[in-house]
Nanobody, 118 residues
Framework: QVQLVESGGGLVQAGGSLRLSCAAS????????TGWFRQAPGKQRELVAA???????NYADSVKGRFTISRDNAKNMVYLQMNSLKPEDTAIYYC????????????WGQGTQVTASS
């Protein structure tokens, strides 16, 4: 099992920055990828950024150049640095993990609200 807890969400003005944190516990050595997803009311959940166990990253086109995903393996932490926030970034952000031997993103955090106001 893997447990994930997000933190760092909040209310910021457009153009501001936030850093989200995802703390992983449990069988963390088996994690092969960690992703940040977001979901706004009435919209589909979308993958924002992901990082693999090898350090490879990918981003949604809408956040490229503004968001950066990173990790600290020693602390079992994954971060999402969000700069130049826009109102359309407003959503609940979720941390999710893939574990070797378990299909898909099977482990999810509780979510943290990010609101960028103009």
């Amino acid at each position: 099992q893997v447990q994930l807890v997000e933190s760092g969400g909040g209310l910021v003005q457009a153009g501001g920055s936030l850093r989200l944190s995802c703390a992983a516990s449990g069988r963390t050595l088996s994690i092969i990828a960690t992703g940040w997803f977001r979901q706004a009311p009435g919209k589909q959940r979308e993958l924002v950024a992901a990082i693999t166990s090898s350090g490879s990253t990918n981003y949604a086109d809408s956040v490229k150049g503004r968001f950066t995903i990173s990790r600290d393996n020693a602390k079992n932490m994954v971060y999402l640095q969000m700069n130049s926030l826009k109102p359309e970034d407003t959503a609940i952000y979720y941390c999710a993990a893939q574990r070797f031997g378990v299909p898909g993103y099977a482990y999810w955090g509780q979510g943290t609200q990010v609101t960028a106001s103009s």
